[in-house]
């Protein structure tokens, strides 16, 4: 099956399309998680691999799109952390790791050096098909300095006909050399009406709430609600409902992440409202202390990358909630 758009970016499909031969050798895809930026770069890729020139689209029946989606074209490589090993074609955003490449050890979320530097054969070599040779970085902030300056090299001294296509959710976090090397293609949110009317047609219940959560991603909301009987689901509504037995009773690093999470944007969304604004996440919440939410919040953007180290979850938890500034309780 063709990896298909989702509505709110079929115009910047046309953009990226319409550039033909005058296409920049490296594009840096960004913006927020959970919006498609994944899968804008998988199509388009397979659209530069495309041997077919009768539609502005992937034909899908051309020997260079079966063997893409069948994940084995000779001119394509991914560089993704081993912790991400996934497939071409899906429409995840790549938040969730999927299976690692090894059982024996724990997978790796970086992109290392060894990774880039294997591409010095296949850049240097001319393409199977005679057409394109396509690099997909994701997520590009992923790759470790050694990794980021190894890729710089290829970046500064392009082959002939060789692109590279990078995705980030934070593109600050790159190299500002790799940024410069690259044509800037911004991915935003898309319209609310637009991203509640995409989740209610797939079926996701309470559609509106997990949206704001989401702070406006659609493919974020719809993962988090279709998780059921999820970390984010249960902290959420540990969070909301003030249960601060179930947040303490959070073991292991999954429940860690989102009990930091939730607690962040809630923190963000309790300072929101006391200084008169709106709440961005949907948690609600007012308090006389705006500030000390914002410095508490702040604290949890740290504790979200503790967990995801082997440390004590109880205590860690209990870290996080003896830290809560207060409330007010009406």
Not at 121 to 133: N, Q, V
Not at 278 to 288: A, E, I, Q, V
Not at 313 to 320: F, N, Q, S, V
Request: hydrophobic share 40%; with cysteine.
């Amino acid at each position: 099956m063709i990896n298909s758009l989702y509505p709110w970016q079929e115009t910047l499909w046309g953009r990226l399309q319409a550039q033909g031969e005058r296409l920049h050798h490296a594009l840096l895809i960004h913006g927020p998680a959970g919006i498609g930026k994944l899968a804008l770069a998988e199509r388009f890729a397979q659209l530069l691999l495309c041997e077919s020139s009768a539609t502005p689209k992937p034909c899908g029946l051309c020997d260079g799109c079966r063997w893409y989606l069948a994940g084995s074209h000779p001119d394509l490589r991914r560089l993704e952390p081993e912790s991400m090993a996934r497939r071409v074609g899906t429409d995840e955003e790549g938040e969730t790791p999927g299976p690692a490449a090894s059982r024996a050890a724990k997978p790796s979320q970086e992109i290392k050096v060894d990774q880039v530097r294997g591409l010095d054969g296949f850049l240097s070599l001319r393409s199977h098909r005679g057409r394109r040779r396509i690099v997909l970085v994701h997520p590009a902030e992923a790759m470790n300095l050694n990794a980021a300056n190894a890729l710089l090299k290829a970046l500064e001294e392009p082959q002939s006909g060789a692109h590279f296509i990078l995705v980030s959710h934070r593109p600050a976090r790159l190299l500002p050399t790799i940024r410069s090397r690259c044509a800037a293609v911004p991915v935003t949110l898309p319209e609310q009406r637009v991203a509640r009317a995409w989740l209610k047609k797939q079926g996701v219940p309470e559609a509106e709430a997990w949206l704001a959560f989401a702070g406006g991603a659609p493919l974020q909301a719809q993962a988090h609600a279709g998780d059921a009987g999820g970390a984010i689901v249960g902290m959420r509504r540990a969070t909301q409902s003030r249960d601060f037995d179930a947040m303490q009773a959070a073991g292991g690093r999954e429940e860690m992440e989102a009990l930091a999470e939730v607690l962040q944007r809630r923190a963000i969304d309790v300072a929101m409202r006391s200084l008169g604004g709106r709440d961005r996440y949907g948690l609600g919440g007012r308090s006389p202390h705006a500030a000390a939410w914002l410095r508490y919040a702040r604290e949890m953007g740290r504790f979200r990358a503790l967990a995801r180290h082997p440390l004590n979850p109880r205590l860690l938890a209990g870290e996080m909630l003896a830290g809560m500034p207060e409330e007010e309780t009406r």
